[in-house]
């Protein structure tokens, strides 16, 4: 038998979940996000499952290539730009539809070859601080692009900074708002936090990520209650037990000591598959059909549980790290960050296996 970790892909989940962002937006077309391979699902296989979307968001420029090459007709568009003179005019060239947020993609995108058009979406910084343009560039920036014959469609965009937190979304509404006030194009806003909370930043165009993998947005709301189904279930099997006296410890460091009898089980599963080093003792795991927690530091290819109130669960039990039964969202909790960074950390060791 091989090694007994692997991660299962959901695609009718992926496809559901997609069906819940066009429910909360029913007026607004969808980028479906599946940059960083989505988000670690892998990217053919996500689009696949997502084909519904009106269109595609990438940060690649090679994926984007690879979804033209698979024959997806949709709008594909690059979420930080070009990089270079290559990736304009090859993306032109491929129909792709290009962010821009400086200045020097602006001066590249002008000295496109003639004949050459490309689909625009302007990304104006209204609070986020990180790309875009400044408000009271944009009237500039837009007249710009619409007298340049290389540029096609052109989308007002915006990113948000904290759609899913106290502060929300009305304080960059505004700043946006003013700063294309009188232009008469189409916007997006939205990512998955703003669709499930704010239908005041659907516009034309929503941009759902997260959402789509079955995790919540929301630290305090859970994927379940949104609707949403896990999309990527990591499991594994218990490979070993072995019993501690009080006094003992588990694993590197020591970092758990037992107070009493236990029974632990081992599991094939480690930092080496994507599994965040940092959770903690407690971390949750699902053996067999029960939560339990993991015990000691996690190691390259193992991690420990407790399973001494489980008699019933030893070699070969199976134990789920995240997905059905064991939401993402609680692990990634648990250790101190969120699902994107878990999702997109499987390594390239991990079997996929696909479920229709
Ligand atoms: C990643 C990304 C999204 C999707 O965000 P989620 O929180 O995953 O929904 C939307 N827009 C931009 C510009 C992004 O970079």
Request: glycine share 10%; aromatic share 6%.
């Amino acid at each position: 038998m091989p090694r007994p970790i692997s991660a299962t892909i959901n695609l009718a989940a992926l496809a559901h979940n997609l069906g819940v962002a066009r429910a909360h937006a029913p007026h607004a077309k969808v980028f479906a996000v599946i940059k960083a391979n989505a988000y670690g699902h892998g990217l053919l296989r996500a689009a696949a499952a997502l084909r519904a979307a009106d269109g595609y968001a990438v940060v690649e420029f090679e994926a984007a290539l690879q979804l033209r090459a698979a024959g997806y007709a949709q709008r594909i568009v690059l979420l930080e730009g070009f990089f270079d003179r290559r990736e304009l005019t090859e993306g032109a060239a491929r129909r792709l539809a290009t962010v821009m947020h400086s200045e020097e993609q602006l001066r590249l995108l002008e000295g496109l070859p003639s004949g050459s058009r490309l689909d625009v979406l302007l990304k104006i910084n209204s609070g986020m601080n990180r790309l875009g343009f400044a408000p009271e560039a944009v009237a500039d920036v837009y007249a710009r692009l619409q007298e340049h014959p290389g540029v096609g469609k052109v989308t007002l965009m915006s990113h948000f900074a904290d759609a899913d937190g106290a502060r929300g979304v009305d304080w960059q509404l505004q700043t946006f708002e003013r700063a294309v006030a009188g232009i008469a194009a189409p916007r997006t806003l939205a990512n998955s936090a703003a669709t499930l909370r704010y239908p005041a930043t659907h516009f034309d165009w929503i941009r759902p990520g997260i959402m789509l993998y079955g995790s919540s947005p929301f630290a305090e709301q859970s994927a379940v209650s949104l609707g949403l189904q896990p999309v990527m279930t990591l499991a594994s099997q218990i490979i070993s037990t072995c019993t501690l006296k009080p006094g003992d410890t588990v694993g590197y460091g020591g970092l758990f000591r037992a107070e009493k009898n236990m029974r632990i089980g081992i599991v094939a599963c480690g930092y080496a598959d994507g599994y965040p080093r940092h959770a903690p003792n407690g971390t949750p795991v699902l053996v067999g059909d029960r939560l339990a927690r993991t015990v000691g530091r996690v190691s390259m290819d193992m991690l420990c549980v407790d399973i001494t109130d489980r008699p019933e669960a030893g070699l070969g039990t199976r134990v789920v790290l995240w997905g059905e039964g064991n939401p993402i969202d609680d692990v990634a909790q648990a250790a101190g960050t969120v699902s994107y960074e878990l999702l997109c950390a499987l390594t390239a060791r991990l079997p996929v296996i696909e479920q229709d």
